[in-house]
Nanobody, 123 residues
Framework: QLELVESGGGLVQPGGSLRLSCEAS????????IHWFRQAPGKEREGVSC????????TYAESVKGRLAISRDDARNTALLQLFSLKPEDTAIYYCAARAGGCTTNEGGMHYWGKGTQVTVSS
């Protein structure tokens, strides 16, 4: 069964950190670039980060640059997104997605999607 499953979301205070995981099954994880998107209440979904299939290239949205770190472990079919210095405006559902190609900001280019994990930043 083709699947991406996110985990690691939760409630965190401003300034805190979280580590999100994206575990893949049912497809050749290592040939896909992995993307993280987020959707805040009342807003459109936006791309926040990507890691290429080789892991050599990473990209970050300007709004999160310096506060996120993306990585992947192909042996475990897992991608990680570490969030630092979280702000209330980071509150959103975070989705991972896989694309059989390079990194892109076009969410229409994704082949597989997870169902998302909720991140809430609040005191």
């Amino acid at each position: 069964q083709l699947e991406l499953v996110e985990s690691g979301g939760g409630l965190v205070q401003p300034g805190g950190s979280l580590r999100l995981s994206c575990e893949a099954s049912g497809f050749a994880f290592g040939v896909y670039s992995i993307h993280w998107f987020r959707q805040a209440p009342g807003k459109e979904r936006e791309g926040v980060s990507c890691i290429s299939n080789s892991g050599a290239r990473t990209t970050y949205a300007e709004s999160v640059k310096g506060r996120l770190a993306i990585s992947r472990d192909d042996a475990r079919n897992t991608a990680l997104l570490q969030l630092f210095s979280l702000k209330p405006e980071d509150t959103a559902i975070y989705y991972c997605a896989a694309r059989a190609g390079g990194c892109t900001t076009n969410e229409g280019g994704m082949h597989y999607w997870g169902k998302g994990t909720q991140v809430t930043v609040s005191s």
